[in-house]
């Protein structure tokens, strides 16, 4: 029995301690992810390297495979964050809705022309069957932009919505799609098992915000101080990649599935051409190419001007930043 008023005091005071610490050290973020590849690296670094942990978050990770799946599970709380595309985000919230931009992440496209062997040179392309990830995403345009470039009209090509990167591979192995745009190390599996590779999408697109840390503002708005402890160990997943490659291929040819070998020279790539923003910012120049795209394909008006506070709320990356 405490007698002493002060010994009570103190009991208390590690009781609610203790309580406070466990109720946080229960927090639980779900993340959605758009397919697996590199681009959910500093997440799954974060994860791995107990970086979530040391922000008392407690993670999930899945991969969803469709922009679409992602905003409608975003909407719903089923889940609470996604690395995945910006279009979709773009759209709704130049629509009055409620998904935003909460940081930066893929600021370029890491992406390669990888077809079927029977096709060798862009010309080929034409009567191309491409596969892509959805309806309303990166690859679309992408695709639309090249074989525009290329003198194509969209009566010359076909695009079907299959998925993410892997699943566009296992079909482009099955010959149900002729042509998909592939991330590395992807494309170097498919160079090596005989695919073309008609080279990189970025001499026909060269800036383009391909991924984002993605939110619904009513779940962000309840969150706030979660969300920057989500993004202070996001960050802190992404400096490890440049700090230890070496285990950063090992954790990266576990999640892609692919060799340590072919992990490294995918991540030395990905530095090298700067893909991966080093402090997960938004890159302009990109966002601005995305949103100009989006108005071509009538997807967001074409009076409507550039607004980068319109489609982002970015308070919270601006104070995971700041050095505690």
Aim: charged content about 25%; some cysteine.
């Amino acid at each position: 029995m405490l007698r002493s008023p002060l010994l009570r005091a103190l009991s208390c005071a590690l009781l609610l301690s203790t309580t406070a610490t466990a109720a946080r050290a229960a927090d639980t973020i779900h993340v959605a992810n758009v397919s697996r590849t590199l681009f959910s690296m500093p997440l799954w670094i974060a994860m791995r390297q107990g970086y979530m942990k040391e922000e008392s978050i407690e993670a999930t990770s899945a991969i969803l495979d469709s922009a679409e799946k992602i905003n409608a599970a975003l909407r719903s709380g089923e889940m609470h964050i996604s690395m995945g595309t910006p279009e979709a985000v773009l759209m709704d919230a130049y629509k009055g809705g409620s998904l935003r931009i909460i940081a930066g992440n893929t600021r370029k496209l890491p992406h390669f022309i990888i077809t079927r062997p029977h096709i060798k040179t862009l010309k080929d392309l034409k009567g191309a069957h491409f596969g892509i990830l959805s309806e309303k995403e990166g690859s679309t345009y992408v695709v639309q932009d090249i074989m525009k470039s290329l003198g194509f009209t969209p009566s010359d090509y076909k695009m079907t919505a299959v998925g993410g990167a892997p699943t566009r591979w296992k079909l482009l192995q099955e010959g149900k799609i002729d042509a998909g745009l592939q991330p590395f190390p992807l494309s170097y599996v498919a160079e090596d098992a005989g695919y073309t590779n008609l080279g990189s999408v970025i001499p026909f697109v060269p800036e383009w915000q391909f991924t984002s840390v993605n939110a619904d503002l009513g779940w962000v708005d309840k969150n706030r101080p979660l969300v920057v402890r989500f993004l202070r160990a996001l960050q802190k997943g992404r400096d490890f990649m440049t700090a230890n490659p070496g285990e950063t291929a090992k954790v990266a040819a576990d999640e892609l599935r692919t060799t340590v070998a072919l992990a490294a020279r995918a991540l030395a790539e990905t530095e090298k051409l700067a893909i991966l923003d080093p402090d997960l910012a938004l890159s302009e120049p990109g966002l601005r190419k995305v949103f100009q795209t989006l108005q071509l394909s009538g997807d967001i008006d074409t009076k409507a001007g550039f607004d980068i506070a319109r489609f982002s709320e970015l308070a919270m990356w601006k104070e995971s930043r700041v050095k505690k």
